[in-house]
């Protein structure tokens, strides 16, 4: 496992670039969840300073918090309801330019500008989803969609 993370600046393309064969080695030979949960938020934060990245798991029917990085957040999210719980019901990838016009945005911070949520699939169920919040408006688009699908790819849930 890689002891410290080489962090580049750059493009989106390249700061993904540069963090996957990362993030690959801080997974390799782990199968505890929450430690591979924990370093793969703390790596996201890291390279792309990121306002808010983290996980939530479904448990009995609701997103419950799990590993992440940056202010304090909501910890039960109800399918259905935020960008969250929205990506949870569709079972796809939720990208909101501006917090303020997405219809239900749950606001853990009122820092929180835009937002990416991709959720986690398994066996065809979301089983999860990984959160990214940003200070502005307009931080995220298919790169980040692209990139982040394939890094939840590489994480064992089981
Ligand atoms: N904004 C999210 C809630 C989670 S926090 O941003 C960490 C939502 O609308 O689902």
Redesign the pocket.
């Known amino acids: 496992m890689a002891e410290d993370l080489s962090i580049v600046s750059g493009n989106k393309e390249e700061q993904y670039q540069n963090i996957i064969p990362q993030i690959k080695g801080l997974l390799e030979g782990e199968t505890d969840l929450v430690a591979n949960l924990a370093n793969v938020v703390a790596a996201l934060k890291e390279q792309f300073g990121w306002f808010?990245v983290?996980f939530?798991l479904v448990k009995n029917n609701e997103?419950v918090?799990a590993p992440?990085q940056?202010p304090v957040?909501?910890t039960r999210?109800r399918k259905g309801?935020?960008?969250?719980?929205?990506?949870w019901e569709q079972q796809k990838t939720l990208i909101?330019p501006d917090?303020e016009t997405?219809p239900?945005?749950?606001?853990?911070?009122s820092l929180?500008k835009s937002?990416i949520?991709v959720p986690v699939i398994r066996n065809g169920e979301v089983i999860g989803v990984l959160?990214v919040?940003a200070d502005t408006t307009d931080q995220f688009d298919e790169t980040d969609q692209q990139y982040l699908e394939q890094i939840i790819a590489l994480i064992p849930f089981n």
């Open positions: 808010w983290g939530y997103l918090l992440f940056g957040a909501c999210i309801r935020g960008v969250c719980g929205s990506s909101v917090v997405f239900g945005h749950i606001a853990c911070s929180s937002e949520v959160d919040d």
